[in-house]
T-cell receptor
């Protein structure tokens, strides 16, 4: 079974600064995927970025990058140049060899961007 | 492509009533799933399907049934609604498993009184 831990319930960041959202995971699966989703106040789940367990390089998607440290079982999300529209809940999730390989989510981090 | 659609967007039920939440996707995805999100929490898996005619239970299946007669549709049935089932329900689909993102529908906000 997988478990995802997000230790920061809420965070503030100044507009235009970078911010790191922490995520640690616990799995014994040899292969797994790591995902980050954004949930704005409107409620939809928006896929941001993905990292495969075998990927050697950290994933990047525009202003989002995933700091993947496999030995430490961490998959932190880095958002560069924060914007007001980045204010939202952020969820880290993993897909592994359980329950049809569906997503297991962490509890989320609420990010608030200050102007 | 409409992606993943869910109906209704909002629903209020009385304890003991039954209803079906509809989910459809037009991306020809084999993998579909239902999650619930309680206030201030992440999503938890209710049921999932790896293809038409194949369904299985997730983490919190009690009180819910699913079926998958076509690739496109994956309805979730609440058998006898209870206040503990007040939640936001998300349907999701993906083309593959471990290394593929899931696409989510807009959610259904259900209140059971």
């Amino acid at each position: 079974a997988q478990k995802i831990t997000q230790t920061q319930p809420g965070m503030f960041v100044q507009e235009k600064e970078a911010v790191t959202l922490d995520c640690t995971y616990d799995t014994s699966d040899p292969s797994y995927g790591l995902f980050w989703y954004k949930q704005p106040s409107s409620g939809e789940m928006i896929f941001l970025i993905y990292q495969g367990s075998y990927d050697q390089q950290n994933a990047t998607e525009g202003r989002y990058s995933l700091n993947f440290q496999k030995a430490r079982k961490s998959a932190n999300l880095v958002i560069s140049a924060s914007q007001l529209g980045d204010s939202a809940m952020y969820f880290c999730a993993t897909r592994g060899n359980n329950a049809g390989n569906m997503l297991t989510f962490g509890g989320g981090t609420r990010l608030m961007v200050k102007p | 492509n409409a992606g993943v659609t869910q109906t209704p967007k909002f629903q209020v039920l009385k304890t003991g009533q039954s209803m079906t939440l509809q989910c459809a996707q037009d991306m020809n995805h084999e993998y579909m799933s239902w999650y619930r999100q309680d206030p201030g929490m992440g999503l938890r898996l209710i049921h999932y399907s790896v293809g038409a005619g194949i369904t299985d239970q997730g983490e919190v299946p009690n009180g819910y049934n699913v079926s998958r007669s076509t690739t496109e549709d994956f309805p979730l049935r609440l058998l006898s609604a209870a206040p503990s089932q007040t939640s936001v329900y998300f349907c999701a689909s993906s083309v593959g498993t471990l290394f593929y993102e899931q696409y989510f529908g807009p959610g259904t906000r259900l209140t059971v009184t």
